[in-house]
């Protein structure tokens, strides 16, 4: 099985990149410090703990569909890390309202994800499986591992392959690219 921790995919944005982005935007230490600093304790945490966003995201937008109740949500949340649930993830599943999937926050990074993949395949089934199955048949447990495997799958073909052609840019590249956003938006500024 591998093993991967939230240490192993830790980035840390370096000097170079805050020096890029204070010369480009013409901003002081103090003040592209505090943006730093802002998106590592308050925004990148959050994003780190968004597992499975984009299938979890697409799954609440069909739910809210389904439900006819617009304000129907998934939320994923942490076991108490005492908990024994150590490898496992579990849903409860509020009829018409919402859905909660429970993980423990010990487990590790591709453990997690596949767990929350399974109980995703559940939420699925019960709800969108074509041929009516009904949340109490049996056979919803390897149904639902086999649509995560997919699931799964298909976020690792992601990764590899299509991921590719969006992450060879360079920090440089990424920062003029804005600058070039900040101009346009300026010429039509002034165009009004």
Known sequence: MNTTTKQ????KFDKEVRDIMKKYFKL?????????????????DAIK??????????????LK??????????????????????????????????VIIYYHPKMDEIQLRDCLAHEIGHIFLCNFFPDGLKPDECLTEP????????????????????????????????VEDFIDINKRKRKLKNKK
């Open 143 to 174: 149904l639902a591992s086999i649509l995560g495997i997919l699931f799964m799958i298909d976020i690792n073909d992601f990764y590899k392959q299509r991921c590719k052609k969006y992450s060879k840019r360079e920090y440089n590249e990424i």
């Open 8 to 11: 192993d995919c830790e980035f």
């Open 65 to 98: 569909e389904y439900t006819k109740n617009p304000l129907f949500s998934i939320i994923v949340r942490p076991l108490p890390s005492n908990s024994k649930n150590l490898n496992i993830g579990v849903a409860r599943y509020y009829h018409n309202r919402y």
């Open 49 to 62: 703990g968004s597992y499975l966003a984009h299938y979890i995201r697409s799954l609440e937008q069909k």
């Open 28 to 44: 002081q230490d103090k003040t592209v410090n505090r943006i730093f600093n802002y998106y590592e304790k308050d925004i990148r």
